[in-house]
């Protein structure tokens, strides 16, 4: 290893006075960095209780292009003048400490590797990094005490030895994925939440366990089948429990009345007389549920089918599997301990799939599993293409299905797909007040059901780098193109327009290497192109070799 690399690793030279970054400061991407390059600012220097924190490497996400399209208009940037106070993308990050303030040096080294958990919450409040709080298309990042004494804790993560840096970057991505296989409902209502009993049907119904002692839910009749006129406003109650089978504007009235991570449970052994219009947006953002039971046991409705990961030996069908979120679904699928019995793949673009295919069928034999794939536009029209899906089931149904594209309708159809116990995961950013009419007899005639997450906790973004470390999940295996911070422009617009299979990753100390597919590093640098895995997987190797040969220190 050269010597100037293991300087530029411990960070073992002077923090230079100004740095590259990429102002957000307003709407548009003529509004991201200034005539679609960088800009030169200064290097802000640490207070008593802040770290400076280089950026080795930051990682593009599609959440980034819908900020710099939305600007102020983001939810998360509500009240924020960005011409006065500009913010700055890019969540995904690996970062090594520069400097130190003098309260933290007991606690903190020059050289320390971490990275964030993005969704930062600081007394109460969402100040999640590359949004509210500047993120990491700079040279360098300032943290303070909405990070390192938010409200769970530390957001700053240490990194395992031996991980490389574009590996740790897209960890942040991986760890949305590994969330999302890990929403377990509640198995009781909020201790403390607000509660609606409704009962549509007299009979032997046995409460115990629903409601604690000193819970005490609203209780109105419904007998007559008409809605209600006394409900309070929408978004009110963290449960409603529902005896009987309820008119469908009961219970659409009664998904409307829930708050942010309410649940709404059906006791019943009937069907709805019709599907029910969901808003998908409310089950991906705000992790409504919908639960079920045929039992007179009502508490059994909470713990019936709260599978949270994919079915071990199942089948398992993706939506949108070859896009570089999709693809990542489908590799964690496949290095699972118990991964499913077989895949089904699905996505219109044949190129993305070819791609896609190349990375995953190594991990296929490895594991034994079945991989189809199949393009929708390929089938006469959609019952054909269901029909196929179908007979790739046995007409069992599946056992999973992950929707990763952003359109109501394919969640529609994949309701038509689900068996018995099917987990539905909304994976895909739906937005909120967008609906689809969904069958959710099912939930408590035949335990499907469905869910959705938005970003990750702590815990997930841990779970994630401990598997990567030891060799349980391949992070690297997901990036298909590299460059310096000075192509982050090009780089976003790609990822707006499609036209990148896989997940891009910038190293800021390389700044001005040109976006560079992987399958084509070696006209660039031959030598790391050497040590890549499966002639076009990143490797720590390969990163070690083109970080000592290209990093710019001051």
């Known amino acids: 290893m050269r010597p100037a690399y293991q300087q530029w690793r411990a960070h073992d030279y002077p923090v ?26 200064s290097v802000p220097r640490p207070g008593p209780a802040e770290l400076l924190l280089r950026v080795d490497a930051v990682g593009i996400c599609f959440s980034d292009v819908k900020l710099i399209r939305a600007g102020a208009d983001h939810p998360r940037l509500k009240g924020r003048d960005l011409e006065k106070d500009p913010t700055r993308p890019g969540h995904e990050v690996s970062l090594t ?47 303070g005490k909405e990070i390192l004494q938010g409200d769970e804790g530390n957001y700053l993560i240490p990194i395992p030895d031996g991980m490389g840096y574009a590996e740790v970057a897209l960890c942040e991505p991986w760890a949305c994925v590994e969330a999302s296989a890990r929403q377990a409902a509640r198995e009781q209502p909020l201790p403390g939440g607000r509660a609606l009993l409704i009962e549509i049907q007299e009979g032997d119904w046995s409460l115990d366990g629903v409601f604690p002692a000193d819970h005490n839910p609203i209780r109105l009749s419904a007998s007559d089948g008409r809605v209600p006129d006394t409900l309070p406003s929408p978004g009110w109650f963290d449960d409603i429990v529902i ?5 469908p504007e009961l219970a659409e009235q009664c998904l409307r009345q829930l708050a942010p991570g309410g649940l709404l449970c059906i006791a019943s052994d009937r069907p709805l007389s019709r599907p029910l219009s969901v808003d998908l947006g409310r089950l991906h953002y705000q992790r409504v549920r919908v639960l079920g039971t045929t039992s007179r046991q009502v508490a059994s409705a909470y713990r019936e089918n709260n599978r949270t990961d994919l079915k ?15 693809q990542m679904h489908v590799q964690r ?11 089904v793949a699905a996505d219109s673009s044949a190129d993305r799939t070819a791609y896609a295919l190349a990375r995953w069928r190594p991990l296929a034999g490895h594991s034994r599993v079945e991989l189809i794939t199949l393009d929708p536009t390929a089938f006469a029209n959609d019952s054909e293409y269901l029909a196929r899906v179908a007979e790739e089931t046995d007409h069992q149904g599946c056992d999973d299905i992950v929707i990763l594209a952003p359109i109501p309708e394919l969640v529609a159809q994949a309701s038509t797909q689900a068996g018995p116990g099917c987990v ?88 001005d290497f040109p976006l560079t597919a992987l399958e084509d590093l070696r006209a660039t640098d031959p030598d790391a192109s050497e040590l890549l895995a499966d002639g076009s997987v990143w490797t720590r190797e390969a990163e070690d070799r083109f970080l000592a040969a290209h990093v710019v220190m001051p």
Request: hydrophobic share 40%; net charge positive; proline share 8%.
């Open 97 to 143: 400490v520069a400097a130190v303030g003098a309260d933290l040096t007991h606690q903190y080294s020059r050289g320390d590797r971490f990275t964030i958990q993005a969704d930062v919450y600081y007394q109460g409040r969402n100040l999640a990094f590359g949004y509210w709080i500047p993120g990491g298309l700079s040279e360098y990042v300032l943290v």
């Open 424 to 511: 539905v995961n909304i994976f895909a950013g739906i937005p909120i007040g967008s609906a689809a009419d969904l069958p959710l007899s099912d939930v408590y005639l035949r335990q499907v059901r469905y869910t959705g997450s938005s970003g990750s906790r702590v815990e997930d973004l841990r779970i994630v780098l401990e598997k990567a470390r030891t060799g349980r999940l391949d992070a690297n295996r997901s990036l298909g193109v590299i460059g310096g911070i000075s192509q982050a422009l090009d780089a976003l617009q790609r990822v707006a327009e499609g036209a990148t299979p896989s997940k891009t990753v910038l190293f800021p100390s390389v700044p």
């Open 312 to 326: 071990p030996g199942g089948i398992a069908w993706f939506i949108g599997a070859a896009g570089p979120m999709g």
């Open 16 to 41: 230079p006075p100004t740095m590259r970054a990429w102002p957000l400061t307003g709407s548009g991407f003529q509004s991201f960095g200034r005539s679609g390059r960088p800009v030169a600012v």
């Open 243 to 247: 005896l009987g089978t309820p008119p």
């Open 333 to 343: 699928a496949l290095q699972l301990e118990h991964p499913p019995r077989k895949i």
